[in-house]
């Protein structure tokens, strides 16, 4: 990119992404701004605050007239960054768009490489790592430098708000009450561009159609009120790690990866299958994604499309966090009084969430074995999503400006990731458009080590967003 920018190139958002926004969202990297799901004392800890201060400030800096930035804070609430965009000169007849994004981040997790650090931003090429740079660190920069260069060219827009919530991580348990909070301001969007989502290649725009739910749950299995010597209790009190393992059994076949429960399989609409299987077509098993797996490791799904149906419209089952089990130094001969995991459990986007979380709850706890005491507990909830159909002005405007600033027409396909966001939007705006897109790309890794955002592609999104935005009707 070049050091200055002119205001008649359309790539103009990258220029002042590049420019403008790299350094602040370095700065945005190195704070440990954690969703609440992970840090319980954020409110004293203050990181969540520091962030959306830091990016308030970043936008309000912006050449933008007509505007206003405010951190919006309701009790006991993670803040939100909501921006108001009037319409330009002559465009006031235009509906609303609205554009989101989060600050939240997921914890460190795992050693990064050496050199890297989660929370300093490191520059290595066209990659910018550290925690948080692509999920979602990224979107806010984005955004601004998309409108930013439509005023600065003078390009017509429509009324724009922006939304950028501190809770995403933890399953937007805040965004609702804000939703309801900012309604009148919000008014009822025309279009709504979410840039939360992934990619499956950096040479394109991907349009994200569906995102599975998600079910995040405790199960804890007590057998003793204090540890016993395993020599003396082994073979005859039964270990609640043994346990444990009887009842994942229940939801899920530990051979294959199926989940079990009927509440948690669903139909494959005809649409999506085409869709999947043009994306297995074109980009074969790249399309179901790029993984750091050991060697020799056999993955699921035998083509193809059965990688990337299993990924995007099948459920599956993580364990993703535990306590009771000590590490390996401090491990004794103890039969242990308890296991607790944490349950990561993906359903399909066509599913009620809810009566699917009810039914792993029965099946967990009914009739334990042996008699032991099971509680199972998920208090964190997402509905997944799959898209309304592009009306065509929408359609026109992702593919010419997939074309003008990546260089290929755009290609779509569902995610295996969960934005409660866009559920709760459609639920509440049944007629609005979706864009749903993203940088999380091939070895991206968010929420894993060495996660990294790709620049030239953060910078291709921006110009796109700027196109949509100047389409919008």
Not at 173 to 196: K, S
Request: aromatic share 6%; proline share 7%.
């Amino acid at each position: 990119m070049s050091d200055t920018a002119d205001p008649s190139n359309e790539s103009l958002a990258a220029e002042l992404f590049m420019i403008h926004g790299l350094p602040t969202l370095e700065r945005y990297t190195a704070v440990e701004c954690l969703s609440p799901a992970f840090d319980s004392s954020w409110e004293s800890h203050g990181a969540l605050d520091q962030a959306a201060t830091l990016l308030a400030a970043w936008c309000e800096e912006r050449a933008i007239p007509a505007s206003s930035v405010e951190i919006v804070r309701l009790q006991g609430r993670t803040p939100v960054v909501f921006a108001e965009i009037a319409a330009s000169d002559g465009a006031s007849d235009r509906s609303t768009t609205l554009v989101y994004g989060h600050f939240g981040k997921q914890p460190p997790l795992g050693a990064w490489d050496d050199g890297l650090h989660p929370f300093v931003a490191t520059r290595r090429g066209e990659r910018l790592y550290g925690r948080g740079t692509a999920d979602d660190g990224y979107a806010t920069f984005a955004a601004f430098s998309a409108i930013e260069s439509l005023v600065k060219r003078d390009i017509p827009h429509g009324r724009i708000v922006v939304l950028i919530e501190g809770s995403e991580e933890s399953g937007s348990p805040d965004l609702d009450p804000y939703l309801d909070h900012l309604a009148d301001r919000l008014r009822t969007p025309g279009l709504v561009i979410c840039l939360d989502s992934g990619c499956v290649t950096y040479d394109r725009l991907w349009v994200t159609t569906s995102l599975r739910g998600t079910i995040v749950g405790t199960l804890r299995v007590e057998v003793l009120h204090n540890g016993v010597h395993s020599g003396q209790a082994g073979g005859i009190v039964p270990s609640s790690f043994q346990i444990a393992r009887q009842l994942l059994s229940r939801i899920e076949d530990e051979r294959t990866g199926d989940l079990l429960l009927e509440e948690l399989v669903a139909d494959i609409p005809e649409h999506r299958l085409r869709e999947l299987a043009q994306v297995a077509d074109d980009f074969g098993m790249q399309g179901a994604g790029v993984f750091p797996t050991v060697d020799g490791l056999e993955l699921l799904g035998a083509t193809p499309a059965e990688r990337i149906e299993r990924g995007t419209w099948r459920g599956s089952l993580e364990v993703t966090g535990q306590e009771g089990l000590p590490d390996l130094e401090a491990g004794g001969n103890v039969l242990r009084p308890f296991t607790t995991l944490k349950l990561s459990i993906r359903v399909p986007p066509n599913i009620d969430v809810t009566k699917a979380a009810e039914a792993v709850r029965v099946a967990l706890m009914s009739n334990p074995p042996q008699g032991a005491n099971v509680i199972f507990d998920a208090p964190h909830l997402a509905q997944g999503w799959d898209a309304p159909a592009l009306e065509a002005w929408l359609e026109r405007a992702v593919g010419s400006a997939s074309l003008a600033h990546f260089g290929k027409l755009p290609s779509s396909v569902g995610l295996g990731g969960s934005i409660p966001f866009l559920d709760s939007l459609g639920s509440r705006y049944p007629g609005t458009q979706f864009l749903a897109t993203g940088v999380l790309g091939p070895e991206s890794n968010a929420h894993g080590p060495n996660e990294f955002l790709h620049l030239p592609t953060a910078c291709a999104l921006a110009c796109c967003v700027a196109d949509v935005l100047a389409a919008a009707p």
